[in-house]
């Protein structure tokens, strides 16, 4: 997932704002969230995104990659619909997430699905946009 972030100029912060994939388990599905991966029939990672839980039945879309070879092809939005369904399915009713202004076609995917900025009280340090949506 790091090598999407280097394609954009952005650092992995494994200390801070990733330090949540050295045990998946606990920082997502211990806490009521998942993370899903979407991997080629060898096992390689193409894409994932994880939804941490916060407060008030609402849900921190995280980690939504998507590999260079695989963009283009509908996997994005396929994406983003099944954590918006796992969401929904988890007792969520909001979803936000956090951006960074360089990821102009994942802007346009939130964007599309009706996400809108709002105002958040911290941003992780590679990012400077926060998204929510309220789910129907």
């Known amino acids: 997932m790091f090598t999407v972030l280097d394609e954009y100029g952005l650092r992995p912060d494994p200390d801070g704002t990733d330090a949540d994939l050295d045990d998946i388990e606990r920082s997502y599905f211990a806490r009521g969230g998942t993370f ?20 008030n039945h609402t849900c921190e879309l995280r980690k939504m990659y998507l590999r260079r070879t695989h963009r283009g092809r509908g ?13 929904r399915e988890l007792g969520f009713t909001t979803v936000t997430l956090e951006t960074a202004s360089v990821l102009k076609e994942a ?17 992780a340090t590679r990012c400077d946009q926060a998204y929510i949506l309220v789910l129907q």
């Not at 996997?75 to 969401?87: I, P, Q």
């Not at 699905?113 to 911290?122: A, K």
């Open 75 to 87: 996997l994005g939005r396929r994406l983003l619909e099944d954590a918006l369904a796992s969401a």
């Open 36 to 55: 899903r991966i979407l991997q080629e029939e060898d096992g390689s990672l193409v894409g994932a995104y994880g939804l941490y839980p916060l407060q």
């Open 107 to 123: 802007i346009a995917l939130y964007k599309r699905y009706g996400f809108v900025p709002c105002p958040s009280d911290h941003l």
